[in-house]
């Protein structure tokens, strides 16, 4: 059963950062409940289904040079995570966020990411 960091690694890498349609697919099969609820500023998405179209939407039109990174430690305990982030072109985010995960029987059941637009030099 994977622990917290490894599903928010898992969360980061293999699925928001996976531009692969059918394997970031199988990795949301494996790592995500099936009634997943994921909440982001755009509003509440539920199941795996609906998680898939928001990940292969964000990537289809973020540039191809984007890429999300950590952007901090995780923090974590039995069954709720968190770990900050930040997406763009390498050395230059564009935006920060914070994805805080709860888990049932070692699987992702909530996703809540915070976002805040990094300031870009004039």
């Not at 980061?12 to 995500?32: G, H, S």
């Not at 901090?72 to 709720?80: F, N, Q």
């Not at 920060?96 to 996703?111: E, Q």
């Amino acid at each position: 059963m994977a622990t917290v960091h490894e599903l928010l690694d898992t969360n980061l890498f293999r699925v928001f950062n996976n531009r692969d349609a059918a394997d970031r697919r199988r990795v949301i099969d494996e790592t995500y409940t099936d009634d997943v609820e994921f909440t982001d500023p755009e509003g509440t998405v539920v199941g795996r289904d609906a998680l898939d179209e928001k990940a292969g939407d964000l990537l289809a039109t973020a540039p191809a040079d984007f890429e999300f990174v950590t952007d901090g430690i995780h923090y974590e305990s039995a069954d709720t995570g968190a770990l900050p982030w930040a997406f763009g072109p390498a050395g230059s985010p564009v935006v920060r966020g914070l994805d805080i995960v709860t888990v049932r029987d070692g699987r992702i059941r909530t996703m809540r990411t915070l976002l805040v637009e990094v300031a870009q030099p004039e």
